[in-house]
């Protein structure tokens, strides 16, 4: 059965100010096939040019995964030039999400594993439910992580922890994940998408300049020198204090009114 590209990834703008976008493979786990990559990819474009959403959630169809690694079907064959071509699609397209403007809430529903992980590790806040199962357990097929999943994780986690899962092919039950940090909140499978919701709203109530500007605060600074990282944030706090958005924050703050902040 030939699947439909149009389908495989669903954008959706459920309330004001917020998109939704949904790998849409349940029946494969949302495996990370070429089409759906490509489609994936299509969504991100249009989520960063559509001024009505400032926020972005990903999460995966169907209650048993987010995406639960590549669709190893496509590996078959030894065809070297096909493979590399996958990986390195993958690594631009981990890289665009990461790369962002808008702040983007991975919901986790079921499996992450490998490529799907690595999707997550991309975004800026990750939510998951009691039913979340995470991990990089490519070593069980002879092959290792090739979309950042190693570097973003180590950098997430650490060493130890990082080693751990990759060297075990071991897998971050939710409640883990939680524990250690990597999640922001946990919650029943039922709850997840309200509990996404829930960390957007939040979202939008910040100066979009603000909201912008710290993502990028904490993408580039986490790995650079930290003289070079403190000037860059406060380079970014007096930009924003010349802003029209900055001054209507601080006029509001003392006027005892909600901000009505433009972007400028």
Do not use: W
Not at 43 to 65: C, F, H, N, S, Y
Not at 210 to 227: I, Q, S, T, Y
């Amino acid at each position: 059965m030939t699947e439909n590209p149009a389908s495989l990834v669903i954008l959706e703008k459920p309330e004001p100010g917020i998109g939704v976008l949904t790998l849409n493979r349940p029946e494969k786990l949302n495996a990370l096939s070429t089409g759906l990559l490509a489609a994936f990819a299509a969504a991100l474009d249009e989520a960063e040019r559509d001024a009505g959403i400032r926020v972005l959630i990903l999460t995966g169809a169907g209650e048993k995964a987010f995406a639960a690694g590549a669709d190893i079907a496509e590996y078959q064959g030894r065809k070297e030039k096909a493979f590399m071509d996958f990986q390195f699609g993958g690594r631009r397209l981990n890289d665009r999400l990461e790369a962002l403007t808008k702040p983007t809430i991975a919901a986790v529903n079921g499996y992450a594993l490998g490529g799907g992980f690595e999707i997550v590790l991309c975004c800026d806040v990750i939510v998951v439910s009691t039913s979340a199962r995470l991990g990089l357990p490519e070593g069980l097929l002879g092959l290792s992580p090739g979309g950042g999943g190693t570097q973003r994780l180590i950098r997430s986690l650490g060493r130890h922890v990082t080693a751990d899962l990759l060297l075990t092919a071991g897998r971050l039950k939710g409640e883990r994940a939680f524990q250690l940090g990597l999640a922001a909140a946990l919650c029943e499978p039922e709850n997840l998408l309200r509990t996404a919701l829930e960390k957007a709203r939040a979202m939008l109530k910040l100066g979009p300049l603000a909201l912008g500007e710290m993502k990028r605060l904490v993408r580039l600074g986490a790995d650079a020198a930290l003289p070079t990282a403190l000037a860059f944030e406060q380079e970014v706090l007096f930009r924003l204090y010349c802003s029209g958005d900055g001054q209507e924050g601080i006029d509001a703050f003392l006027e005892k009114r909600s901000p009505t902040f433009k972007g400028i």
